[in-house]
Structures are given as C-alpha cells and as structure tokens.
C-alpha cells in the first residue's frame, strides 16, 4: 500500500469516552482533542452529536467545539445519527461528518432506535445534503464483522450496503468491528470487497478479542486507507454488552512504524496524552505501549 496516504484517527473523545465514567467536562475534552492534535494524528473525532439523555459522556458537543483550537493539517470529525445531529455538526463546523448505518436489525433497534433501511435512507439523504453543503461525509457499517444479538454477518450483506452507498453518492466507508470478533481472514475480504465498489476504506476494530491489531495490519495490507484508533485503548458501546475498548492508537502506531509504515504521529507525545488520559479517568488504560515505552537500548 501507498503509506504516505494512510489516516490515522483517534477516536478517543467520542467512542473512548462515551461509556467511560467519570464523565469529563467539555473544558476537560476540548484539552485533550488540543493535545492529541499536537500529536501529529491527521484526523480526530471530536464529538458525538447524540442525545445527551442517552449518552450523558457526549453531552455539550458544541461547546467542545468552540473550545478546540484548530491545528493546521488536522481534520476535526463528529458522529451524528440523525438530521438534526447533521445540522449541530455543520453548524459547529465539522470537518467531517460521519454516520452509522447498522447491519443487524436488532442493533439497529437497540443503538439508534430505528431500522437497517431507514437508517440507511438517512444515510444517502444526509450524503446529498452534506455534497451540496461541501462538508467532508463518511459513512460506518456498524456490526459489520458480528452482532452480539443477530449472530453472524455475512460478507454479502456487508458488500451489498456498501454498494448501495456508493451508488447513493457515499465516497468513504469504515467497516467497523463493534463488538471485537473479526478476524483476518474476514477482514481481507470486506476490505477487499469495499474497494472494488469504488469506496475509500477504512477500519475501526475493538479488541475485545485480541484479534483488533492482527486485524488492523490485515486492513492495510488489503488496502484500507483510515484506521480508527483510541488513546489507551479506551472505549466500548454503551448499548452492546460486555463491551470493551478499541485497539489503542499508540500501540497501532508502534506495529505500522516498526512494519516501515510512517505515520507521521509523534509516539512519545501520544504516550503523554494516554498517561493523562489514564489520569483524567483515575485509573490505568487498556493499552500497553504507554506503559511499557518504545523501544531502544538501556543505557548501562
């Protein structure tokens, strides 16, 4: 793959956070958007336009917004679910809006309280809207690898939503493992199906399983070009059960610059934002390569 195309996302202000306690205040979230920014990452997501009553961790996304101090190069993303959450996120100028459209009935009920046609039909409705207000739009297939209520997705029901969506105007897909049970093999080939409808690909994997990082270099290898990631691991749905974290943006960015991949993300200030982090939610991360460092010999 050509690595000097690859993004790097941290997700770390909107899935790490939404079903983490304590709840952070907004002054406390733009502080950590700012200085994951100083790190060198291409892409943040920010905020979550949600509900506040359902997701109370995502509550004042606007004044997150007005708090984060735009760094040059960097692309400042945020989740919405709805129409309305699509007006919150242009009106607080977004550089990015991303959706989610659900593969599984029974998540889609669950999560966002609708169906997986709805839910698509509001997909290709807010794509148009966002192509005519010129705002970057992506959309995510969420459960796309499992569901921990339908079961097993099947590949041919990931590639027919991703052709529908590029048909109806979608330019970058994220396949997304919501609940960690992919595994390479599955994702070679949702990856390499993606592509061949013309989609930009990316991947978001949680680690539930200790499959997110082989799963990850499998993605790149195949040719996705975003990877959704989580200071210290930190994150997980608060409408799936036994949820756990993402796979860690420091720990990612440790496996592709060891494989030669230059990410353009600076590891020791990434282990900076991860130990405050860490502080922040009174309690150590899931990852690991902010404890343990990078690697170099021991002066004797």
């Known amino acids: 793959m050509n690595d000097s195309k690859l993004i790097i996302c941290d997700v ?20 950590y958007v700012n200085m994951l920014a100083a790190t060198g990452l291409p892409r943040i997501e920010a905020v979550s336009f949600v509900n506040p009553k359902r997701v109370p961790q995502m509550a004042g996304a606007e004044e997150v917004m007005e708090l984060v101090e735009r760094a040059p190069g960097v692309a400042y993303a945020g989740l919405a679910l709805n129409e309305r959450g699509y007006d919150r996120a242009v009106a607080c100028g977004v550089d990015l809006v991303q959706y989610v459209v ?45 569901c921990p209520y339908d079961g097993k997705i099947e590949a041919t029901r990931v590639i027919t ?6 048909a ?11 609940i960690g049970v992919g595994v390479p093999t599955q994702v070679r080939e949702l990856v390499t199906g993606a592509l061949g409808v013309g989609l930009q690909v990316g991947v978001h994997f949680h680690n539930t399983r200790n499959t997110g990082y082989a799963n990850a270099v499998a993605a790149v290898e195949s040719g996705a ?35 030669g991949i230059e990410t353009g993300v600076i590891l020791e200030a990434l282990f900076e934002v ?27």
């Open 274 to 300: 991860s130990r405050w982090l860490s502080a922040q939610m009174g309690a150590a991360l899931p990852g690991l390569t902010y404890k343990a460092g990078g690697f170099g010999p021991i002066a004797a």
């Open 102 to 146: 659900p593969l599984s009935e029974t998540f889609a009920e669950k999560n966002q309280g609708t169906t997986v046609e709805a839910a698509t039909e509001v997909g290709l409705e807010l794509a148009a809207r966002a192509k005519a207000d010129g705002v970057a739009f992506a959309v995510t297939l969420s459960v796309a690898f499992g």
């Open 161 to 166: 939503a991703a052709e529908r969506l590029a």
């Open 225 to 259: 070009t975003i990877i959704d990631a989580s200071t210290g691991g930190l994150g997980g749905c608060p409408f799936t059960p036994n949820a756990t974290g993402n796979i860690a943006t420091e720990d990612l960015v440790y496996l592709l610059e060891g494989m």
């Open 168 to 178: 109806g105007g979608v330019e970058e897909l994220m396949l997304a493992d919501t």
């Open 12 to 31: 770390g202000p909107r899935d790490g956070l939404q079903n983490a306690a304590p709840t952070l205040t907004p002054e406390v979230r733009a502080e």
